[in-house]
């Protein structure tokens, strides 16, 4: 079966720190662009976050530049996202999602069922 499955969503104070991890299975994650999607109450699917298949080329939704760091781990099959400086802002269910195709984050994120897989979602709440 395939799957993305996120974890290390929580409640954290402004300033504070998380990381989330995407685990797949059924196919091989490394070859594929990868991708963390959030969205926030009442509002419409934004893009954090982008990784390409060997590592090399990542990108960040400027509002996340410079605090959030995406990566991936091909012998575990997995992409993380580490959080720093987080924002009230921030909060929001974050999504990871795998296309072989490369989405540019200038343009506005297709349906879901448009990737290749979607994950169920974590959610992550930034409050005092």
């Known amino acids: 079966e395939v799957q993305l499955v996120e974890s290390g969503g929580d409640l954290v104070h402004p300033g504070g720190s998380l990381r989330l991890s995407c685990a797949a299975s059924?196919?091989?994650?490394?070859?594929?662009?990868m991708y963390w999607v959030r969205q926030a109450p009442g509002k419409g699917l934004e893009w954090v976050s982008a990784i390409g298949s060997g590592g090399g080329y990542t990108d960040y939704t400027d509002s996340v530049k410079g605090r959030f760091t995406i990566s991936r781990d091909s012998d575990k099959n997995s992409l993380y996202l580490q959080m720093n400086r987080l924002k009230p802002e921030d909060t929001a269910m974050y999504y990871c999602a795998a296309d072989s195709r490369w989405w540019s984050l200038l343009n506005a994120v297709p349906t879901r069922e448009a990737f290749d897989y979607w994950g169920q979602g974590n959610q992550v709440t930034v409050s005092s």
């Open positions: 059924g196919f091989t994650a490394s070859t594929y662009w």
